[in-house]
């Protein structure tokens, strides 16, 4: 099958330029040249400028007939003004669309080449060029300054009695929290995440395991330091380009094209002193952390309350909700369509979106006429291979069916086994220990 | 001056020095056509490849496996990781090596000494290394394709933590290295390049050659190169901060960053830094590429409506206005990254504002067709192709512009079909024309003119065929570099636009092999050509049709009126060429 395509191209490909030779002694015969384009193909071309005109604008239109309702009604409150300044600027830009193409078509098969006639002189003319400057001018103010508007309301400050919902990003999942009855998130450090701890909530007893848990990561490390010391006497010096940035920066840009001088102990050594390297830093930076106030509340113990769920979430219809976007890894971006709802998650640096639903999941599945539709929240930020199948569901309740999802949401400081996540510490420590003690 | 370029006339040259060291610009330009003409194969071809795995999702392509191998395309299926290297290799290839240096490289080293007539480059030396880069930096770039791992994945703007990690996905590791060092090699030869064509333009004008009588291809490459001049050096320190941080142990773009079961150790770094530096490029970027082939349209539809071109103090006013503005809008591609909403509307209006340069420019073109007298040579056929391409995706640019619109466009297909149409589209068909319109003075011959038509209407319908719908695709919400749809019940009313879309792409992709035949058998077997085929007013047709070293045999060319005297009524030819003294009391444009 393969080969009967490869073939059928070879064979079209050698077809054209046998053709193509034909046609060139056929030329000379005639004694034509290239460049002097025949009035037939002038004729031609000019005529299909319209016919392509045609066929071009009636996609257009079967397009926007077919295609042109794309999404619900929008579900959320500004959203009703986003589309609104959308239909505005498509109406807007289809008009131009529709005048400057038409002109531009028109005018190439009217003003085709007539050997009997000489085209106008025509440099330029002022009035029409301030009229063309003026008109684009006019038009631009009025879409930016209604643009301006809806940007200003869609980006304000939430108002006071909005509720908060942390969106959490990584490869390739979403995780929800609410902040519990306290109405206040407990802090989060991405160097408390651990199986338990997937978001990286920060609680005094969550400090002291995480140091535990280094400190004694740190003695296997050494223990094993000490050992491969023993083994090999004082052969093994500390690797002195350990650190070296010429080194690393070799090896980063072209791995194992500069093997160290030595034996692989030396750079087994080595490893495992940059591990300690890391644990040490590591636990520096978790005595960094400093415990904030918030409303009264320290932040540190906020946390125990936090309600944590995955897969699908739940937000109260009418209700204006304030996301706030945390990623752990790279760059993602929350896009909820159904919404008009996107904002990037940036490792680092917490983002804000605000908005109001106002129609619940059943009313749109009713709307809609299927009973299956759910609102949706993907990523929409290119962010590693599963990116097209990071996704997580939006229901939006009423008031009452929301309090009692919310009440059977576990909370994180009740919960500490749950929720099973993925993100599994699988550190190669393990791996190097065993190796280690067979060394 | 005279007797020296008579000498370099009769100067015998090597083989290795005339076809592969030059310094002679006009080599030098055929070295970036055919070098950009192979990287747009490739980049076409991988279209093709991942246009089969979004049409028809899932479906078994034995082809794919042939090509691809079992590493790639198992079983024919596209691998996922397969078709982010591929959608961003083919980016990054048409973006920079296509569109940035195969167009500016070939047509501004071929145009600028030979339109305002002067003997070759400010510096033959530099302009030769220019081309170097460029090829190696093109050889890094396919060869990253087929590294362990795979080339970079992260999109042609690899935005960090993704790029800057190796453990966030496969095409991070060595295909994002030579990603990068491709990059620096690029953004020297583009450097290297640009240098040469501003000060050529600015200090070696023939005689008579004042800046307002410059064919406004002039105008159009002297502001892209000053672009690019200012811009790429910022590309080089976004991209030096990458390596350090991929390499150093450094967090200029990294902070609190847990990634497979690790914290790592970066503090304070702000991924946004980058995307703030990389579209300081980014978006003049557009320019660079799009500025080049709206000087060609002009050169092409003024002598081929046989019409001065309209306004052409206006066009050359907002050809600098474009690449002034194109400078302060950067933030327009930043909108839903947390930055601060006031900072966007200020991006929204400096955006907005280049709608209106770029409508005197659509308007003017429109007005140069008006009672004209037009031949439709191939390379014309792409020029009205491209104001038709120019105004169609840029409209759309204004509903991205408007951030309030672009909250929910963002990332979505309506982008891709914005710039494929706006800067893709536009930029190929001017370079395209750019191609059929100087190949007789590339390389003395004829293309074909049937097969020129050909090309042009299928890469006309099926161009439009493959982008129009996108945009219907992205307002449904369908975010682009996605793998397969197929899961997002929500999106089922559009995607049947897919298959429809990937079959105009295999068609429109296969119709350029017409014009690579075309290409390639007229360089050895075109009709020989005359010197002055589309009876043109500007100086590179007064040049011999068999090159020689130093361009014009004897003294260089005097220029005495503007390069618009088409159909000028105190004359009995409807051109009258620059080098045309002025008449007693004719007005001088």
Redesign the interface.
């Known amino acids: 099958m393969n080969l009967i395509i490869v073939l059928l191209v070879v064979l079209a490909i050698i077809a054209i330029a046998q053709l193509t030779k034909v046609y060139d002694l056929s030329r000379t015969l005639r004694n034509s040249r290239e460049e002097e384009i025949t009035p037939a193909d002038n004729r031609l071309n000019a005529n299909a400028w319209v016919i392509w005109m045609y066929v071009f604008f009636a996609s257009t239109l079967y397009l926007y007939g077919k295609y042109g309702d794309y999404l619900p009604e929008s579900a959320s409150e500004h959203g009703v003004s986003v589309d609104r300044l959308m239909s505005i600027n498509i109406w807007m830009i289809t008009i131009v669309f529709f005048i400057v193409n038409y002109l531009l078509f028109t005018f190439a098969k009217k003003y085709q080449y007539n050997p009997g006639r000489k085209a106008k002189f025509f440099t330029h003319d002022n009035r029409l060029e301030m009229l063309w400057t003026l008109i684009p001018g006019v038009s631009m103010a009025f879409i930016i300054v209604y643009g301006l508007i809806t940007w200003n309301n869609i980006t304000g400050p939430a108002s006071a009695d909005a509720m908060q919902i942390e969106l959490y990003s990584k490869q390739f999942d979403w995780t929800a929290r609410y902040p519990g009855d306290n109405k206040v998130f407990g802090a989060a450090d991405f160097n408390l995440i651990g199986t338990t701890n997937g978001l990286g909530i920060v609680t005094k007893e969550g400090i002291q395991s995480k140091m535990e848990e280094l400190d004694t990561e740190m003695e296997n490390v050494k223990a094993a330091i000490e050992l491969v010391k023993k083994e090999n006497g004082n052969l093994i010096q500390h690797r002195q380009h350990s650190n070296s940035i010429l080194s690393n920066m070799l090896n980063g840009l072209m791995p194992n094209f500069f093997p160290s001088e030595g034996s692989a102990t030396v750079d087994y050594v080595a490893a495992l002193e940059d591990e300690l390297y890391r644990l040490q830093r590591h636990k520096q930076r978790i005595l960094d952390l400093s415990e904030n106030e918030l409303n009264g509340l320290s932040q540190w113990e906020a946390g125990n309350d936090d309600r944590i769920v995955k897969g699908e979430f739940h937000i109260p219809v009418g209700q204006e909700v304030e996301f706030v976007f945390r990623s752990q890894d790279v760059i993602h971006s929350a896009y909820m369509p159904h919404f008009r709802a996107q904002m990037n998650t940036v490792p680092g640096m917490p983002t804000r979106f605000k908005m109001k639903p106002t129609i619940t999941t059943a009313e749109m599945r009713k709307k809609m006429g299927n009973d299956k539709f759910d609102y949706i929240l993907l990523c929409n930020k290119v962010c590693g291979a599963a990116h097209f199948n990071m996704k997580m569901t939006v229901i939006v309740d009423t008031p009452e069916d929301y309090a009692v999802w919310l009440a059977q949401q576990k909370t994180f400081g009740g919960s500490k086994e749950a929720p099973s996540d993925s993100t599994g510490v699988e550190t190669p420590k393990a791996d190097t220990l065993t190796m280690a003690a067979n060394h | 001056m005279g007797a020296h370029g008579h000498d370099h006339g009769h100067h015998e040259e090597s083989f290795i020095s005339k076809y592969v060291f030059s310094q002679d610009h006009k080599m030098i330009s055929k070295q970036f056509l055919i070098t950009a003409i192979f990287m747009g194969v490739i980049a076409v071809m991988l279209s093709i490849f991942f246009r089969l795995q979004l049409g028809w999702p899932g479906e078994k392509f034995?082809?794919l496996n042939?090509f691809l191998g079992d590493k790639w395309a198992p079983d024919g299926i596209l691998d996922?990781?397969a078709y982010?290297a591929m959608v961003t290799i083919h980016g990054t290839i048409m973006v920079f090596f296509v569109l940035t240096g195969g167009l500016s490289g070939t047509f501004a080293n071929l145009l600028i000494p030979l339109q305002i007539g002067a003997r070759d480059m400010a510096s033959g030396f530099l302009n030769m290394l220019s081309y170097w880069f460029f090829l190696f930096s093109s050889i890094i770039m396919v060869a990253s394709l087929f590294v362990e791992g795979g080339a970079a994945s992260?999109?042609w703007t690899v935005?960090?933590?993704?790029s800057a990690?190796p453990q966030?996905?496969?095409g991070s590791g060595?295909g994002m290295?030579l990603w990068l060092?491709s990059m620096v090699l690029f953004v020297v030869s583009s450097l290297l390049g640009g240098l040469n064509y501003i000060v050529t333009i600015i200090n070696l004008r023939t005689k008579g050659m004042k800046m307002t009588r410059m064919p406004l291809t002039m105008w159009a490459i002297l502001v892209t190169a000053i672009l690019g001049v200012l811009s790429f050096p910022v590309l080089v320190s976004c991209v030096v901060l990458l390596v350090m941080d991929?390499?150093?142990?450094t967090a200029f773009y990294?902070?609190?960053?847990?990634?497979?079961?690790?914290?790592l150790?970066v503090?304070?770094?702000?991924?946004?830094l980058f995307q703030h530096l990389f579209w300081f490029l980014g978006h003049p970027e557009v320019y660079i590429v799009l500025l080049p082939a709206l000087g060609i349209s002009s050169e092409v539809i003024a002598t081929n409506?046989?019409?001065?071109i309209?306004?052409?103090?206006?066009m050359v006013g907002s050809i600098l206005a474009i690449g002034f503005l194109s400078f302060i809008v950067w933030g327009h591609h930043m909108y839903?990254?947390?930055m601060n909403?006031f900072i966007?509307?200020v991006f929204?209006?400096t955006t907005?504002?280049i709608?209106?340069p770029s409508?005197?420019k659509?308007?003017?073109?429109?007005?140069t067709?008006?009672?004209?007298?037009?031949?439709?040579?191939p390379a014309m056929?792409f020029s009205?192709g491209l104001?038709?391409t120019f105004?169609?995706g840029g409209?759309?640019g204004?509903?991205l512009a408007?951030?309030?619109?672009d909250?929910?466009v963002?990332?979505?297909y309506f982008v891709v079909a914005h710039f494929h149409i706006v800067m893709g589209m536009s930029a190929i068909f001017g370079m395209l024309a750019g191609v059929y319109h100087w190949f007789?003075k590339m390389f003395g011959k004829?293309?074909?003119?049937?097969?020129g038509?050909a090309h042009f209407?299928l890469t006309?319908?099926c161009g439009?065929g493959v982008f129009?719908?996108m945009?219907?695709v992205g307002?449904?919400?369908a975010?682009r570099?996605?793998?397969?749809?197929s899961?997002?019940?929500?999106l089922n009313?559009?995607l049947d636009?897919n298959p429809m879309i990937s079959i105009f792409a295999i068609i429109g992709g296969s119709a350029q092999?017409?014009f690579l035949?075309?290409f390639f058998?007229s360089i050895f077997?075109?009709?020989a050509?005359?010197q002055n085929?589309?009876n043109s007013n500007t100086l590179e047709w007064t040049t011999p049709v068999k090159h020689i070293h130093g361009n014009w045999p004897g003294a260089l060319p005097e220029v005495h009126r503007w390069a618009?005297d088409?159909?000028?009524?105190e004359h009995e030819e409807?051109f009258v060429p620059q080098i045309v003294p002025l008449k007693a009391g004719e007005h001088s444009?």
């Open positions: 034995a082809l042939t996922k990781n982010l992260g999109g935005y960090p933590p993704l990690l966030a996905m496969p060595t290295t060092i991929r390499t150093m142990g990294l902070s609190d960053i847990f990634i497979q079961g690790e914290a150790d503090t304070g770094g702000s991924p946004i409506s046989r019409k001065p309209f306004g052409y103090k206006a839903v990254t947390g909403p966007g509307s929204v209006f907005l504002l709608a209106i409508a005197v659509a308007f003017n073109y429109i007005t067709l008006w009672k004209g007298n037009i031949k439709f040579t056929m009205v104001v038709s105004v169609t409209l759309t204004i509903i408007d951030s309030a619109l909250v929910n963002h990332d979505t007789p004829m293309l074909n003119s049937k097969l038509y209407w006309m319908i439009f129009f719908p945009h219907f307002i449904a919400g975010p570099r996605y793998y397969d749809y899961e997002f019940e929500y009313a559009v636009l092999i017409l035949i075309n058998h077997y075109g009709q050509a005359t085929p589309w618009y088409y159909s000028n009524p409807d444009h």
